[in-house]
């Protein structure tokens, strides 16, 4: 695992270094350099990415509502143990985590198109495993809480838990929503039926 993270940070070093003053990268149409200074860039975040994040058990109590001791008693369990099995998974992978946060930062802004997309697909091979871990545990919680809590309140929870998914994940650049808004509006976003 080492080796993939050193061979891709000395691939990435080399490209970058390689292209020439400038940038030199291929760069999107119809973007000035004016709209390109107002927007800042995104922090990538690998372990948002991997979906990792930790449930507040008192604001998970209070917003789904329950209120028999005993059911909060046994949410409260479920939700450390969830916790608990997401810390182990983020310190195990903390290496790959921060090696690959440093790696895609580093990037300048409009870089090469091709070393962008094997980029990308260096970083789902890294963080997939990590995604479908996670993925796996919130199954064994929702599937656990739905026998503990009232339809009601699973509801409740369900919505909790697709905020909170929600706001770990970066929010696009506005030039991006307005493109895709117009694909929308063109037909172009349409689903398959």
């Not at 930790?54 to 604001?59: H, K, L, N, S, V």
Request: glycine content about 6%.
């Amino acid at each position: 695992m080492k080796n993939i993270i050193f061979i891709l940070i000395t691939f990435l070093t080399y490209t970058i270094l390689a292209q020439p003053p400038g940038g030199g990268g291929r760069r999107q149409q119809g973007t000035s350099a004016q709209s390109n200074q107002t927007q800042k860039p995104v922090k990538f975040n690998a372990s948002n990415m991997a979906g990792i994040f930790y449930y507040d058990i008192e604001d998970v109590i209070k917003k789904t509502k329950v209120k028999e001791e005993n059911n909060q008693f046994l949410v409260s369990k479920e939700l450390k143990n969830y916790n608990f099995k997401v810390k182990e998974i983020s310190f195990l992978n903390s290496k790959k985590f921060t090696d690959l946060d440093a790696v895609v930062n580093s990037i300048p802004q409009g870089g090469d198109i091709e070393v962008i997309k094997k980029l990308r697909t260096k970083i789902d091979e890294l963080i997939k495993p990590v995604r479908e871990d996670i993925h796996e545990m919130e199954k064994v919680l929702n599937d656990n809480l739905s026998k503990i809590l009232s339809e009601k309140q699973f509801k409740k929870w369900l919505k909790y838990q697709k905020k909170k998914k929600e706001s770990i994940q970066p929010k696009r650049a506005k030039n991006n929503q307005r493109q895709g808004q117009r694909q929308m509006q063109n037909g172009g976003g349409r689903r398959r039926q």
